[in-house]
Protein backbone atom coordinates (compact mmCIF):
# COMPACT_ATOMS: atom_id res chain seq x y z
CA UNK A 1 0.00 0.00 0.00
CA UNK A 2 1.51 3.56 -0.82
CA UNK A 3 2.27 6.13 1.22
CA UNK A 4 -0.55 9.13 0.18
CA UNK A 5 1.20 12.42 -0.20
CA UNK A 6 0.22 16.07 0.03
CA UNK A 7 2.51 18.99 -1.42
CA UNK A 8 2.53 22.20 -0.40
CA UNK A 9 4.62 24.53 -3.18
CA UNK A 10 4.70 24.08 -6.63
CA UNK A 11 7.50 25.98 -7.66
CA UNK A 12 10.89 24.16 -9.20
CA UNK A 13 11.41 21.99 -6.52
CA UNK A 14 7.73 21.16 -5.60
CA UNK A 15 7.16 20.48 -9.68
CA UNK A 16 10.25 18.12 -10.03
CA UNK A 17 9.10 16.02 -6.61
CA UNK A 18 5.30 15.45 -8.19
CA UNK A 19 7.06 14.68 -11.43
CA UNK A 20 9.26 12.23 -9.74
CA UNK A 21 6.25 10.44 -7.61
CA UNK A 22 3.62 10.11 -10.73
CA UNK A 23 6.43 8.66 -12.61
CA UNK A 24 6.94 5.90 -9.84
CA UNK A 25 10.73 7.04 -9.27
CA UNK A 26 9.51 8.06 -5.71
CA UNK A 27 9.11 4.71 -4.26
CA UNK A 28 5.38 3.36 -3.26
CA UNK A 29 4.26 7.34 -2.74
CA UNK A 30 1.48 8.63 -4.08
CA UNK A 31 0.57 12.43 -4.68
CA UNK A 32 -3.19 12.79 -3.58
CA UNK A 33 -2.88 16.77 -2.83
CA UNK A 34 -1.74 20.09 -4.31
CA UNK A 35 -2.04 23.07 -2.54
CA UNK A 36 -0.13 26.98 -3.67
CA UNK A 37 -0.80 29.76 -2.61
CA UNK A 38 -0.75 30.74 -6.36
CA UNK A 39 -3.48 28.76 -8.74
CA UNK A 40 -1.33 29.66 -11.63
CA UNK A 41 1.45 27.74 -10.35
CA UNK A 42 -1.22 24.22 -9.16
CA UNK A 43 -3.00 24.77 -12.49
CA UNK A 44 0.28 24.42 -14.74
CA UNK A 45 1.62 21.54 -12.56
CA UNK A 46 -1.87 19.58 -12.30
CA UNK A 47 -1.44 19.70 -16.21
CA UNK A 48 1.73 17.64 -16.46
CA UNK A 49 0.48 15.30 -14.01
CA UNK A 50 -0.95 11.92 -15.10
CA UNK A 51 -2.16 10.44 -11.71
CA UNK A 52 -4.66 14.03 -11.20
CA UNK A 53 -4.01 14.74 -7.42
CA UNK A 54 -6.60 17.58 -5.99
CA UNK A 55 -6.01 20.71 -5.66
CA UNK A 56 -6.91 22.18 -1.82
CA UNK A 57 -8.50 25.18 -1.30
CA UNK A 58 -6.49 25.55 1.82
CA UNK A 59 -4.60 23.31 4.40
CA UNK A 60 -7.51 22.45 6.56
CA UNK A 61 -8.66 20.34 3.54
CA UNK A 62 -5.11 18.44 3.86
CA UNK A 63 -5.31 18.59 7.89
CA UNK A 64 -8.67 16.48 6.96
CA UNK A 65 -8.10 13.82 5.27
CA UNK A 66 -6.78 10.91 7.52
CA UNK A 67 -5.12 8.95 4.65
CA UNK A 68 -2.69 11.50 4.13
CA UNK A 69 0.42 9.88 5.76
CA UNK A 70 2.73 12.92 4.85
CA UNK A 71 2.86 16.56 3.65
CA UNK A 72 5.74 18.05 2.05
CA UNK A 73 6.63 21.89 2.09
CA UNK A 74 8.60 23.24 -0.84
CA UNK A 75 7.03 26.78 -0.78
CA UNK A 76 8.77 28.93 1.95
CA UNK A 77 10.41 29.12 5.64
CA UNK A 78 6.61 30.92 6.06
CA UNK A 79 5.30 27.90 5.01
CA UNK A 80 7.10 26.14 7.79
CA UNK A 81 6.19 28.34 10.53
CA UNK A 82 2.28 28.71 9.54
CA UNK A 83 1.69 25.29 8.61
CA UNK A 84 4.36 22.34 10.36
CA UNK A 85 2.78 22.14 13.92
CA UNK A 86 -0.95 21.75 12.46
CA UNK A 87 0.37 19.06 10.19
CA UNK A 88 1.65 16.78 12.36
CA UNK A 89 -0.85 17.33 15.25
CA UNK A 90 -3.57 16.69 12.59
CA UNK A 91 -1.78 12.92 12.33
CA UNK A 92 1.30 13.44 9.24
CA UNK A 93 4.65 13.31 9.24
CA UNK A 94 5.82 16.49 7.54
CA UNK A 95 8.86 16.59 4.98
CA UNK A 96 10.39 19.97 5.15
CA UNK A 97 13.03 21.75 2.42
CA UNK A 98 12.85 25.20 3.86
CA UNK A 99 14.71 24.62 6.82
CA UNK A 100 15.95 27.49 7.22
CA UNK A 101 13.11 28.68 9.23
CA UNK A 102 14.28 26.20 12.13
CA UNK A 103 16.59 29.10 12.58
CA UNK A 104 13.90 30.01 14.83
CA UNK A 105 13.89 28.63 18.22
CA UNK A 106 10.61 28.46 19.00
CA UNK A 107 9.53 27.33 15.99
CA UNK A 108 11.85 24.30 16.22
CA UNK A 109 10.66 23.95 20.22
CA UNK A 110 6.97 24.14 19.16
CA UNK A 111 7.62 21.55 16.03
CA UNK A 112 9.68 18.80 18.03
CA UNK A 113 6.83 19.02 20.66
CA UNK A 114 3.90 18.84 18.17
CA UNK A 115 6.46 15.42 16.83
CA UNK A 116 6.56 14.20 20.31
CA UNK A 117 3.32 14.50 21.17
CA UNK A 118 1.55 12.69 18.20
CA UNK A 119 3.90 10.26 17.60
CA UNK A 120 4.68 11.58 14.19
CA UNK A 121 8.32 12.35 12.03
CA UNK A 122 9.87 15.57 10.62
CA UNK A 123 11.47 14.37 7.92
CA UNK A 124 14.76 16.94 6.42
CA UNK A 125 16.39 15.75 3.48
CA UNK A 126 19.72 16.43 3.14
CA UNK A 127 19.43 19.15 0.56
CA UNK A 128 21.87 20.40 -1.82
CA UNK A 129 24.82 19.40 0.27
CA UNK A 130 26.54 16.29 0.77
CA UNK A 131 28.29 14.82 4.11
CA UNK A 132 25.13 15.07 6.55
CA UNK A 133 25.83 11.72 7.23
CA UNK A 134 29.50 11.71 8.34
CA UNK A 135 28.50 15.53 10.31
CA UNK A 136 26.12 13.00 12.15
CA UNK A 137 28.19 10.28 13.31
CA UNK A 138 31.09 13.02 13.99
CA UNK A 139 28.80 14.97 16.13
CA UNK A 140 28.80 11.58 18.22
CA UNK A 141 32.20 12.31 18.98
CA UNK A 142 32.01 16.00 19.15
CA UNK A 143 32.55 18.35 16.41
CA UNK A 144 34.78 21.51 17.53
CA UNK A 145 34.45 23.29 14.13
CA UNK A 146 31.85 23.22 11.56
CA UNK A 147 32.23 26.00 8.34
CA UNK A 148 29.99 26.49 5.13
CA UNK A 149 31.05 28.50 2.42
CA UNK A 150 28.68 29.16 -0.11
CA UNK A 151 29.72 30.75 -3.37
CA UNK A 152 26.92 32.14 -5.46
CA UNK A 153 26.13 33.85 -8.66
CA UNK A 154 24.72 37.22 -7.75
CA UNK A 155 21.43 36.72 -9.31
CA UNK A 156 20.80 33.82 -6.65
CA UNK A 157 21.33 36.39 -3.98
CA UNK A 158 20.12 39.40 -5.27
CA UNK A 159 16.21 39.36 -3.77
CA UNK A 160 17.84 38.84 -0.05
CA UNK A 161 16.31 41.92 2.16
CA UNK A 162 19.83 41.92 4.11
CA UNK A 163 21.78 42.56 1.18
CA UNK A 164 19.15 45.82 0.51
CA UNK A 165 19.81 46.65 4.39
CA UNK A 166 23.46 46.41 4.35
CA UNK A 167 23.72 48.64 1.52
CA UNK A 168 25.57 45.56 -0.84
CA UNK A 169 25.43 46.00 -4.37
CA UNK A 170 25.39 42.92 -6.38
CA UNK A 171 24.47 44.64 -10.10
CA UNK A 172 27.47 44.58 -12.31
CA UNK A 173 29.82 43.41 -9.84
CA UNK A 174 33.20 42.39 -11.36
CA UNK A 175 34.92 39.82 -8.65
CA UNK A 176 33.87 37.40 -6.14
CA UNK A 177 32.61 39.37 -2.58
CA UNK A 178 32.13 38.00 0.50
CA UNK A 179 28.76 39.43 1.58
CA UNK A 180 28.15 37.77 5.08
CA UNK A 181 30.00 35.43 7.13
CA UNK A 182 28.51 35.02 10.47
CA UNK A 183 26.72 32.15 12.50
CA UNK A 184 23.96 29.83 10.73
CA UNK A 185 20.88 31.61 12.35
CA UNK A 186 21.77 34.64 11.00
CA UNK A 187 22.74 33.25 7.71
CA UNK A 188 19.36 31.38 7.20
CA UNK A 189 17.39 34.70 8.34
CA UNK A 190 19.26 36.95 5.59
CA UNK A 191 19.29 34.57 2.62
CA UNK A 192 15.77 32.40 3.43
CA UNK A 193 15.77 31.18 -0.35
CA UNK A 194 19.35 30.49 -0.79
CA UNK A 195 21.17 28.86 2.39
CA UNK A 196 18.20 26.30 3.49
CA UNK A 197 21.92 24.05 3.60
CA UNK A 198 23.29 26.31 6.29
CA UNK A 199 20.38 25.09 9.02
CA UNK A 200 20.18 21.39 8.10
CA UNK A 201 24.28 21.36 8.49
CA UNK A 202 23.49 23.47 11.84
CA UNK A 203 20.98 20.64 12.26
CA UNK A 204 22.79 17.60 11.61
CA UNK A 205 25.66 18.99 14.12
CA UNK A 206 26.76 21.75 16.38
CA UNK A 207 23.95 23.88 16.28
CA UNK A 208 22.64 27.16 14.25
CA UNK A 209 24.74 29.04 16.87
CA UNK A 210 28.13 27.43 16.55
CA UNK A 211 28.13 26.83 12.82
CA UNK A 212 30.00 29.48 10.97
CA UNK A 213 28.73 30.78 7.12
CA UNK A 214 30.31 32.46 4.51
CA UNK A 215 28.43 33.94 1.81
CA UNK A 216 30.34 34.70 -0.94
CA UNK A 217 28.69 36.52 -4.52
CA UNK A 218 30.98 35.31 -7.33
CA UNK A 219 30.05 36.98 -10.96
CA UNK A 220 32.00 34.25 -12.90
CA UNK A 221 29.78 31.43 -11.46
CA UNK A 222 27.03 29.88 -13.01
CA UNK A 223 26.76 27.46 -10.84
CA UNK A 224 25.96 27.10 -7.10
CA UNK A 225 28.90 25.95 -4.90
CA UNK A 226 29.34 24.72 -1.45
CA UNK A 227 32.14 23.54 0.59
CA UNK A 228 31.79 22.51 3.81
CA UNK A 229 35.03 21.94 6.77
CA UNK A 230 34.64 20.17 9.45
CA UNK A 231 36.93 19.37 12.57
CA UNK A 232 36.73 17.51 15.85
CA UNK A 233 37.66 14.06 17.49
CA UNK A 234 37.03 12.03 15.05
CA UNK A 235 39.35 13.35 12.03
CA UNK A 236 38.85 16.48 9.78
CA UNK A 237 36.66 16.71 6.59
CA UNK A 238 36.49 18.58 3.56
CA UNK A 239 33.82 18.42 0.90
CA UNK A 240 32.97 20.75 -2.04
CA UNK A 241 30.54 20.40 -3.90
CA UNK A 242 29.01 22.40 -7.49
CA UNK A 243 25.15 22.23 -7.80
CA UNK A 244 23.41 22.51 -11.05
CA UNK A 245 21.09 25.14 -10.48
CA UNK A 246 17.33 24.79 -11.44
CA UNK A 247 17.16 26.93 -15.29
CA UNK A 248 14.35 28.79 -14.12
CA UNK A 249 15.38 29.14 -10.54
CA UNK A 250 19.18 30.37 -10.09
CA UNK A 251 17.94 29.73 -6.10
CA UNK A 252 17.65 26.66 -6.22
CA UNK A 253 19.95 23.62 -6.62
CA UNK A 254 18.58 20.27 -8.77
CA UNK A 255 20.47 18.23 -5.71
CA UNK A 256 17.95 19.64 -3.43
CA UNK A 257 14.58 17.95 -5.47
CA UNK A 258 16.95 14.92 -6.19
CA UNK A 259 17.49 14.21 -2.12
CA UNK A 260 13.69 14.85 -1.62
CA UNK A 261 12.69 12.02 -3.72
CA UNK A 262 15.50 9.76 -2.60
CA UNK A 263 14.29 10.70 1.31
CA UNK A 264 10.99 9.18 -0.16
CA UNK A 265 12.19 6.26 -1.66
CA UNK A 266 14.13 5.24 1.30
CA UNK A 267 10.73 5.16 3.38
CA UNK A 268 9.95 2.15 0.79
CA UNK A 269 13.34 0.08 0.50
CA UNK A 270 14.30 -3.11 2.68
CA UNK A 271 17.92 -1.97 2.27
CA UNK A 272 18.52 1.56 4.41
CA UNK A 273 22.05 2.46 3.52
CA UNK A 274 23.89 5.59 5.34
CA UNK A 275 23.06 6.65 9.10
Same mark, same amino acid.
Given at each position: ???KVA? $?????I???? *??? $? #???R?GR???V???D?KP???E??A????SK??I??S?A??????T??????????L???QCS?D?? /???? #?I?V????A? *???M?L??V /?????????????????I??????????????EE?????R???A??A???Y??K?????RG?K???M???G??RKA?K?F???VNV??T????G???D??R???I??????????????????????IK?K??P?? #?D?K???L?AL??I????N??E? $? /???T
Open positions: MGLL $IGCGAGTAL *AQA $I #DKGAAELWLYLEKFALKKLRPRAKMEIYADKVGMVIEAASQAVETVL /RSGK #DMMSVGF *ADELKS /RSAAGLSGHKIYIPSGALGIDGVKAADLGEIVTLTTKPPALYSTLKSGIKLLKARVFDPAAAPRSAALSLAIGLKTVRVADPKLSHNVHEIRVRGKAGEFVMNVFP #DPTSYASARTLRLSS $I /RIG
